[in-house]
């Protein structure tokens, strides 16, 4: 589920840095890497099931390696806003989110993947934290970079970007004010799918509830404005952020049938004129 969200990533990422991708080759094969290792972790859901004590050796081990490619994409990503052009628009503000949000599940998922950790955690908040900061933190930040992306291009009018980067910012902030705490609640042994609690957990529980109201804020938010730029936003031109992709080759919205002529690519994905970079 996130394998889209992360190609939508180094489309924001290359659009506002206005650089060509680091090591692209690296970041392709890296994609294939987690869709191939990601189909042999199943079983770091059943180490206390009492399933074999080898095979919670190998899913173990699995769930360990699917952090190497995870981490070449962060680490290249990174590379590629490094002495880039940036231009701190609300897409690439969700694109850092996700970064951010990204790593933090990524590496409590090595804590998971600890057979001795996991017995302790297993089945509490800290699950819960875990798997929403990379389905929902992660995964959702980016789709939500990518409507604020090609917004323009489908409906040609553009939204108050004021408003874009307060949405993306108030997001980024519930959703930690949401979910970070429960990894402590889970740490000390908080169940999940319980609606009781004990009383020295009174004060995650209401950071954890007042963080879901901002974020539930911050989600609404996009609904107002986006709806409101179909009718009095700016007319987008064919390309307003100087990405490079194809489609921002033709006007916005797109015409019928896109293209009049099948284009011809001369460069490879990602890649931005010398010329263009060095302004």
Same mark, same amino acid.
């Given at each position: /589920? @996130? ?5 939508? /990533?180094? !489309? ?14 690296? @970041? ?19 180490? @206390? ?18 952090? @190497? ?37 990524? *590496? *409590? ?8 950790? =996991? ?6 908040? &800290?699950?819960?934290?875990? &798997?929403?900061?990379? /389905?929902?933190?992660? *995964? ?7 409507? $604020? ?12 970007? +004021?408003?874009? #980067? ?8 519930? &959703?930690?004010? *949401?979910? +970070?705490?429960? +990894? ?16 020295? &957990? ?14 539930? +804020? ?16 700016? #007319? ?10 194809? !489609? ?18 001369? $460069? ?8 263009? !970079? =060095?302004?």
């Amino acid at each position: /589920m @996130v394998l889209p969200a992360l190609g939508v /990533m180094s !489309e924001l990422i290359t659009a506002f840095s206005h650089k060509r991708i680091f090591g692209y080759a690296f @970041v392709a094969f890296s994609s294939i890497a987690i869709a191939v290792l990601s189909f042999m972790v199943w079983g770091h859901h059943m180490f @206390v099931s009492g399933q074999s004590m080898y095979a919670g050796f190998v899913f173990s081990f699995l769930s360990y390696a699917v952090a @190497v490619p995870s981490a070449i994409k962060v680490y290249n990503w990174t590379a590629t806003l490094y002495k880039g052009r940036i231009e701190l628009k609300a897409p690439l503000l969700y694109a850092l989110g996700f970064i951010g949000l990204f790593v933090a599940g990524g *590496t *409590t998922g090595l804590i998971l993947a600890a057979l001795a950790v =996991d017995v302790h955690v297993h089945d509490t908040y &800290f699950v819960v934290a875990h &798997f929403h900061y990379i /389905m929902v933190g992660g *995964t959702v930040s980016a789709y939500m970079g990518a409507l $604020h992306f090609w917004w323009p291009k489908i409906f040609g009018r553009m939204y108050s970007e +004021f408003w874009g #980067r307060i949405a993306a910012l108030t997001v980024f902030l519930g &959703f930690n004010l *949401t979910f +970070f705490p429960q +990894f402590i609640l889970g740490y000390l042994g908080m169940p999940r799918r319980y609606h009781d609690y004990p009383p020295e &957990f009174q004060f995650f529980h209401v950071l954890s509830s007042a963080g879901a109201l901002i974020l539930a +804020f911050g989600y609404l938010l996009p609904l107002f404005y986006l709806t409101w730029s179909l009718r009095h936003g700016a #007319r987008a031109g064919a390309n307003p952020w100087g990405a490079a992709g194809l !489609e921002w080759t033709v006007s916005s919205p797109p015409p019928k049938h896109n293209f009049k002529e099948i284009p011809t690519v001369e $460069h490879e994905a990602y890649t931005y004129p010398v010329a263009y !970079e =060095d302004k």
